[in-house]
């Protein structure tokens, strides 16, 4: 079993705990973590576009001419697609992108997300934050003293709403409540921050 420092709020070591082999350990699944990324991106676009058939085009409801005689092709509307103005014949249509993941891989890779970060040495664990009201400048002291000027993700536990309200406005900071922990929200970051009851939460839910 590994182990990691918890550091307070200072930057200093406060004490260690162990981590759970089976979250923090295993081999990180490359293609699994690929695969849910996708999925969390493909649900997240609109998939609102759309383009007009030739049946949706406005004008075009009078033939150009007449069937045969004019030594011409024959026409039936100047809103087919072969006319500059007409439709568009296999153009995108209103639907959603989003597609299913098991849910065993879900956490499959957010266990691998996590064992990479611990792995690449981008995981840092905290102690739980203690703000007594809202305070970005306290926020900002902390991010400070742990030398944390990279783009960090920060995860608190769900009902740290003054943590949240301090940390959401600073740049380069992705702070996020346990619950929403995702695979895209875990790695895309340069260093990962969880606090002692987040990481035993995630233990909880993972191993």
């Not at 493909?42 to 058939?53: F, I, L, N, P, V």
Request: hydrophobic share 40%.
């Amino acid at each position: 079993m590994a182990t990691i420092e918890i550091k307070n709020a200072s930057g200093e070591k406060a004490s260690e705990v162990e981590l759970e082999s089976a979250v923090f350990g295993i081999e990180p699944n490359v293609h699994v973590m690929h695969t849910v990324v996708r999925s969390q991106q493909a649900a997240m676009r609109q998939g609102t576009h759309d383009t007009k058939t030739r049946g949706e085009v406005r004008g075009g409801g009078k033939k150009p001419w007449r069937q045969k005689g004019t030594g011409r092709a024959r026409q039936g509307t100047i809103r087919a697609p072969q006319w500059a103005g007409g439709g568009t014949v296999f153009g995108p249509h209103p639907r959603s992108y989003a597609f299913r993941v098991n849910r065993k891989e879900v956490k499959l890779a957010m266990r691998s997300a996590l064992s990479a970060k611990l792995a690449d040495g981008q995981l840092m664990v905290v102690e739980d934050f203690k703000f007594e009201k809202p305070c970005t400048k306290e926020a900002v002291a902390f991010l400070k003293a742990n030398g944390l000027d990279r783009r960090t993700t920060i995860v608190i536990p769900n009902d740290d709403v003054n943590a949240y309200l301090s940390f959401r406005n600073i740049p380069k900071v992705n702070v996020i409540s346990v619950g929403e922990a995702n695979t895209m929200e875990l790695i895309d970051n340069k260093v990962l921050v969880l606090t002692a009851s987040t990481l035993k939460r995630l233990e909880e839910v993972l191993k």
